[in-house]
């Protein structure tokens, strides 16, 4: 017989030694890599497995849907978002939904018939409303003339009671584009609704992607609601305005919504978003910070400088009247307000007397001076009471949970499309711009000196 070979205890202890030592060190490696990993996104999804639907809706070639996208540079975040569980994140909201019916306050709004929408408020009208301790009085909130719409497109705006998803495109400044990332059951709870006008409309005729006979129009999610835009605003800009902050007046009964620029293309389930960003964050508002600037008057000399709007004296007035209203440049001081410029294509809310009262004051600066939202933003927000409930998210996320494409440079016949603006000569500034009564910068002085950093006013 052969000899039996055995194994010594010491060799066995070395191997077990060695097998752990092996084990230790992948496990290492595989946590520096999951966290390197990890760092370079700014979400996470505890559940890779979510449900998720597929094929919303099949574009003709023609369209172009997913033409000229933006391109991003940035990989990593400072403030991670996480988001919880699909199936737990429905069921919250379904309860939260239940609980919050019938809760809390109630804003009340001015009615009317004027000659504007708005009203066209004066200066010391639209700021003694700023100040809202009394539920019994009326704030203007838009719809002082008759909003133009259908009844049928109406009526399904008054049953959406859960989450709606709001976009916009007036003169066919954009494409219609799908979102991506939604779960089996989020078709139940999220209602999409896309404003549009006759010029959009017969663009996408053109495409053989809907017929103006039709009573109604739909685009995958989308259900498309036609706006007779001669009876609102000149400007197609002043015109999205309307349901980008008046959402809580066209779906009363919504409990959430989400605007959307029709630039963007949604890539994140929207109950998914309210939940981690305005639930779990217990606030009115959710919106991303600007990219770039911090201070007001940044903006407002980028939107003169590259002619963002064309009046600009009349930018220098708006400015004027909220330096010598108190607005102030951003400080440590405004925190937990991070920023005083947000990028507003993306506004996540929980309607409520926070944000609607928000979403009012905001609609009456816009209607008062122009369509660039930025500018009123942190006045706004600084001057109103009750206070609103913000969370300003970082850029990165922005740019992780939606997709932005290039503005349409040609109409769907292929013809060049006008901006507004550019059948305009530019307004130039008064020359007392930067002189006033003997002093620089004119009514702005004292802010661009705290903005600057001159310790010597």
């Not at 999804?45 to 449900?51: A, E, G, K, N, Y």
């Not at 409303?129 to 909003?147: A, M, Q, T």
């Not at 709001?166 to 990332?181: E, L």
């Not at 009349?314 to 004027?320: H, I, N, S, W």
Request: hydrophobic letters at 35%; charged letters at 20%; one cysteine or more.
């Amino acid at each position: 017989m052969g000899k039996l070979i055995t194994t010594s205890k010491p060799l066995i202890l070395k191997s077990k030694l060695l097998c752990f030592s092996l084990f230790y060190l992948f496990t290492t490696l595989f946590l520096a890599l999951y966290t390197t990993l990890s760092q370079s996104k700014c979400f996470f999804r505890s559940s890779p497995s979510d449900p998720i639907l597929n094929s919303l809706f099949n574009y003709p070639s023609s369209y172009g849907e997913h033409k000229y996208a933006v391109s991003t540079t940035r990989s990593t975040c400072s403030s991670p978002v996480f988001f919880s569980d699909y199936w737990d994140v429905v069921d919250e909201i379904e309860n939260f939904r239940k609980k919050s019916r019938g809760n809390g306050r109630v804003l009340r709004y001015m009615q009317g018939n004027v000659g504007t929408f708005g009203g066209n408020f004066s200066n010391v009208k639209r700021f003694s409303y700023f100040n809202h301790p009394n539920d019994s009085i009326e704030v203007p909130c838009g719809f002082l003339k008759e909003f133009p719409i259908s009844d049928s497109d109406r009526m399904a705006m008054e049953k959406c009671d859960k989450v709606v998803v709001v976009s916009a495109i007036f003169n066919d400044h954009d494409k219609i584009r799908q979102p991506k990332g939604l779960g089996i059951k989020t078709l139940e709870n999220v209602c999409f609704f896309m404003f549009v006008d006759d010029v959009t409309l017969k663009g996408l005729e053109h495409h053989g992607m809907i017929s103006i006979k039709s009573q109604e129009y739909k685009i995958g999610v989308w259900r498309l609601v036609k706006v007779a835009k001669d009876d609102l605003y000149q400007s197609p800009a002043m015109n999205g305005i309307i349901p980008k902050y008046l959402i809580h007046r066209l779906f009363p009964n919504s409990q959430f919504s989400i605007w959307i620029d029709a630039k963007l293309q949604l890539m994140v389930d929207p109950l998914l978003l309210i939940h981690s960003l305005v639930i779990k964050e217990n606030v009115d508002m959710a919106i991303s910070k600007h990219p770039f600037y911090v201070h007001t008057m940044e903006e407002a000399m980028a939107t003169a400088r590259w002619k963002k709007w064309w009046d600009v004296n009349a930018l220098k007035v708006q400015m004027e009247t909220y330096c010598k209203n108190g607005l102030q440049p951003w400080s440590p001081s405004k925190q937990p307000y991070a920023s005083d410029v947000p990028d507003s294509a993306l506004i996540l809310r929980r309607h409520g007397v926070g944000n609607n009262l928000f979403s009012c004051l905001m609609f009456n600066e816009l209607e008062a001076f122009n369509p660039r939202d930025q500018l009123p933003f942190a006045f706004v927000r600084d001057h109103m009471n009750p206070k609103m409930k913000l969370n300003m998210f970082e850029v990165e996320v922005f740019e992780q949970v939606a997709v932005e494409y290039r503005h349409n440079l040609k109409s769907s016949d292929g013809t060049t499309l006008k901006k507004m603006s550019s059948s305009r000569r530019t307004k130039r500034a008064a020359p007392d711009l930067y002189v006033h009564n003997g002093s620089c910068c004119g009514g702005c002085h004292k802010y661009l000196s705290t903005m600057w950093g001159d310790s010597n006013d």
